[in-house]
């Protein structure tokens, strides 16, 4: 039987990359994108399309109309970085649209999704080294929204807790997916999305 995964985001950058990776080495691919714009090229690849923002609760209502029976992968890519200076220079809206997308909006499909994911399928939560702690202390000079980095470390307590508490049911990992070069870029960003895509791919293995 084929294997299946949803990917959220899916319109571009690392998230129509993924889509490729998957059909290309024989998945059934749901792909989810907030606008019909990447339709066509999506479907031109072999994706089958939803429509849903992931920042409101209606991509629930578009998911469950969709009539997806199971899956073996959900691969959480949609998120926003935004712009700004230091944190107290953002409006509390700044933020709590960061969280809405970044977190929140993975929570949806998680909910939406959770019990047609086949007995240990897998989770991916593409979330980014400035959601580390560590990582964060240890490199003050490279620039990143605090707002984008309090959703990302929000997202990996997420990972963690359907991890601990679901864990024999599926899988729950977050991934940081490398420094891309997409409209969402670090400054030291040298990694296509493809080969990005390719490598998380190859990471399926070590997941399972």
Do not use: W
């Not at 980014?128 to 490199?139: D, I, L, P, V, Y």
């Not at 003050?140 to 605090?146: A, I």
């Not at 307590?157 to 940081?176: G, N, Q, W």
């Amino acid at each position: 039987m084929d294997k299946s995964v949803l990917i959220t985001g899916a319109n571009r950058g690392l998230g129509f990359a993924l889509v490729e990776t998957f059909v290309n080495n024989g998945y059934i691919v749901y792909a989810l994108i907030r606008s019909e714009d990447s339709r066509q090229a999506l479907e031109k690849v072999g994706a089958q399309v939803l429509i849903g923002d992931v920042s409101t609760n209606e991509v629930i209502t578009s998911i469950e109309t969709a009539h997806i029976q199971s899956l073996d992968i959900i691969i959480n890519n949609a998120g926003v970085a935004g712009s700004g200076e230091q944190t107290l220079d953002y409006s509390p809206d700044v933020l709590s649209k960061t969280l809405e997308t970044n977190v929140v909006g993975s929570f949806r499909v998680i909910k939406a999704l959770a019990s047609r994911l086949k007995q240990d399928g897998l989770i991916i939560n593409v979330s980014s080294r400035f959601g580390s702690f560590q990582f964060t202390k240890e490199n003050t000079h490279r620039h990143c929204t605090s707002h984008y980095k309090i959703s990302k470390a929000a997202l990996n307590m997420l990972t963690l807790s359907l991890h601990l508490e679901y864990k024999d049911k599926f899988k729950t990992v977050a991934i940081h997916p490398g420094e891309i070069m997409t409209s969402m870029k670090s400054g030291d960003a040298q990694l296509s999305p493809e080969k990005a895509a390719a490598n998380i791919f190859d990471c399926l293995d070590i997941f399972e």
